[in-house]
């Protein structure tokens, strides 16, 4: 069913805010995905704070255009929808990617906004293979205490060498 003015400039406004306020926005492309398996990737998709919605491409290309966004627009072919967040930068990437796996030949990443520049798939895919934010500062805390670590056992090998 065609849609009125004014739901595609809900469309439009929804599209404008997602690739404004989210630091991340990944565009999906979907081909034969039962509804079944549609809502289960909604549903993954919410419980991690990441929104998905489904949009025409034209709808698309204007707010895109409209956003002043730095790089070359990929090419957005099919069904199209959008995936963005606006916690944690690689989230929607992270978990769209999660579901490309799962989901195989009828879901795809063919790009997105990451920090108002546009990137292709290759890009995009690569942002999503990013751990989440709180595991990066886990590795980061092991890497500064790892040397701390080995002074502690090195000092710790000589007191026992001295008392024996």
Avoid: W
């Amino acid at each position: 069913m065609a849609k009125t003015k004014e739901q595609k400039k809900a469309i439009l406004e929804r599209l404008d805010m997602a690739v404004k306020t989210s630091p991340s926005t990944v565009f999906v492309h979907f081909k034969g995905l039962p509804v079944g398996e549609e809502t289960a990737l909604r549903g993954g998709l919410r419980e991690e704070g990441v929104s998905y919605f489904v949009a025409r491409k034209t709808l698309m290309k204007r707010a895109l255009d409209s956003a002043g966004i730095e790089g070359d627009q990929p090419e957005l072919e099919g069904e199209m929808a959008v995936a963005y967040g606006s916690d944690d930068p690689t989230a929607p990437a992270r978990n769209v990617h999660t579901f490309v796996k799962k989901y195989g030949d009828k879901l795809a990443i063919v790009g997105g906004v990451f920090e108002g520049r546009f990137m292709d798939a290759t890009e995009m895919n690569e942002v999503a293979t990013i751990p989440p934010v709180d595991t990066l500062r886990g590795m980061f805390a092991n890497v500064i205490n790892s040397p701390i670590q080995g002074l502690v056992i090195a000092l710790n090998s000589i007191a026992e060498k001295k008392e024996a």
